[in-house]
Structures are given as structure tokens and as C-alpha cells.
């Protein structure tokens, strides 16, 4: 088991035809059940083509009804990306993965209020994850964004994150403990994005194959508090928590979109104090990660 994604998903990837969506794609269908998994392509210059074997549609509606595939992953540049998150939606997938970075935030403004004003007339609710992160992994099953494959093994831990490379730090730490993940879920740095650490909190919460949570913040946004508390109230699992960004002087953006402090009570050491204050074990240091959660084991 796994959270969103497992080995029979069925998978279209927006831009295939672009060097990052053929790089990724090819990278992808390398990894354990991809071949499998990935069984579209969209290009609308290019329908009726392929890429490696993987038929190319048209439109995602079209890659949908030929294929039966739930999932997209889009690779499109930054100026098209919101209207291929958009296209997505439509076409009533189960979820959208953008790993695309720098999309206006207006464009992604008027899709989140598309999204919501869909769901409000008792349309399909596609959920979105990122834009601007790296995807999700359910290890030995299937890998839908741009990870490294070979640092995840199977286990039972699982990982959230604002942030790509930590992510890839806590995966190598817990595999490197012995441990393994069930699902590592990159939610991404923009200040409007789809799925939060609440969301997949939850999903790891319900799933019976994950015993434990790492959760990864950064400095600016609500998010990490909110999940804290969420945690505190309803979560049957230990966690342990980082928030990057420990030193960034008030009013400095750091590398995310997402990641500016505003108020005070988004800095590093405002979340760090929450979550303890919820039950949630955490340090300073990066490299720590895997040993506490194994101390909590």
C-alpha cells in the first residue's frame, strides 16, 4: 500500500515531448513498474506520434479515454504550465503532479479559483500537487517526478516536504537506518500550490503501511503550524519535523517562492516552537532526521 500513487496507476505526462518531460519520462519508465505505468503522452502539435513507445495525444481528455490513466505529471514551461494544470482538471483526473518551477503567480491564482469553483458546483475534485517540487515515489512501485530512484527503498516511513533536496536527505538518512519509506511526497516551495503538509499528513495517517512521519518545512506560510496542529489533534503516528531556513535574516526570500518571511510568526524558530508545542519531535540539524525518528520507533 501507499499514499496517491502505486504500481498499477496509470500515467500521462504533459510535455513529453520537451527535453526535462523526455529526460524525466525515460528516467521514470526505468524504475521499477514504469514501463507499465507511464502509457501516455501529451503534445497537441504532435498527436498521432510517439515517444519511446508511448502513444502521443492531442489533449489529456484524449489520453484519458484512450488510456484509462488517472494521473498526469507536467513538464510544461512556465508560461503555459497553469493552463496544463488547468487542462488536467477538466479532463476529471485523479490527480496532477506539476514539477514545473517560476509559473506566474496570477496564473496559478486563477487556477486555484477555477478548481474551487468547479468543485463548489459538484465537479470532480482533482487534487494538485506542487507546482515547483520534485513529485511523489512509492519505492520498488512507481516514481512520478524527478527524484533519484536509487537512494528510496520499501519501508514503512513516511516523508513530506516543502523542499526538493531535503527531501532526497531524509529518504537517503531512513534508507541508510534500514528503514525504508512507503511514500515520500515533495508538496513544493510556491506560496500557491496544491496539496499541503495537512493533506498528505492525513493520507499518511489513514494508510496502514506507514508507522511514522517525517515532516520538512521552510521558513514563510501557515502551512507547517496548521499541520502541527492538525497532528496534535488527530494524528495516531509519531512525527518528526525540520524547518530550513534557522538562519535567514526577517524579510529575506530563500531560493522558494514560498519560502519569505512575512509576519513573525512564520520564521523557522516560530514553527519549530509550534510543532514541539504539538507533540512533534524535531531538530535543528538536517543530518539528524533519521536518527531521531529511528529514537522514536
Not at 207 to 230: H, L, N, Q, S
Not at 259 to 274: C, F, H, M, P
Amino acid at each position: 500500500m501507499s499514499i496517491l500513487i502505486n504500481k498499477d496507476t496509470k500515467v500521462i505526462t504533459q510535455g513529453i515531448t520537451g527535453k526535462t518531460g523526455q529526460f524525466h519520462t525515460r528516467m521514470c519508465r526505468e524504475y521499477a513498474n514504469g514501463k507499465e505505468a507511464f502509457v501516455a503522452g501529451v503534445n497537441p502539435k504532435r498527436a498521432g506520434e510517439d515517444f519511446e513507445g508511448v502513444p502521443i495525444y492531442g489533449s489529456v481528455k484524449d489520453a484519458k479515454a484512450e488510456t484509462g490513466a488517472t494521473v498526469s505529471v507536467i513538464y510544461v514551461p512556465p508560461a503555459g504550465a497553469a493552463a496544463a494544470i488547468w487542462e488536467a482538471v477538466e479532463a476529471d483526473l485523479d490527480l496532477a503532479i506539476c514539477i514545473t518551477e517560476g509559473i506566474p503567480v496570477r496564473d496559478m491564482l486563477e487556477v486555484r479559483n477555477k478548481m474551487k469553483a468547479k468543485e463548489a458546483a459538484g465537479g470532480k475534485k482533482t487534487l494538485l500537487l506542487g507546482p515547483n517540487c520534485p513529485g511523489l515515489i512509492t519505492p520498488d512501485e512507481i516514481k512520478i517526478g524527478i527524484m533519484p530512484g536509487h537512494i528510496h527503498r520499501k519501508g514503512r516511513i513516511g516523508i513530506v516536504s516543502r523542499s526538493g533536496t531535503l527531501t532526497y536527505e531524509a529518504v537517503a538518512q531512513v534508507t541508510e537506518l534500514g528503514l525504508g519509506q512507503s511514500s515520500a511526497v515533495g508538496i513544493g516551495g510556491d506560496p500557491i500550490n496544491g496539496l499541503k503538509h495537512i493533506d498528505v499528513m492525513k493520507l499518511f495517517n489513514d494508510d496502514p503501511d506507514t508507522d511514522a512521519v517525517i515532516m520538512i518545512g521552510e521558513i514563510g506560510g501557515p502551512d507547517e503550524v496548521e499541520a502541527a496542529r492538525w497532528v496534535k489533534d488527530n494524528m495516531k503516528k509519531p512525527v518528526v519535523g525540520f524547518i530550513a531556513g534557522v538562519t535567514a535574516p526577517p524579510g529575506k526570500r530563500m531560493g522558494h517562492a514560498g519560502a519569505l518571511i512575512s509576519g513573525g510568526a512564520d520564521t523557522a524558530d516560530a514553527k519549530l516552537e509550534v510543532m514541539e508545542a504539538c507533540g512533534i519531535l524535531t531538530t535543528r540539524n538536517p543530518s539528524e532526521m533519521g536518527k531521531l525518528l529511528k529514537s522514536v520507533l
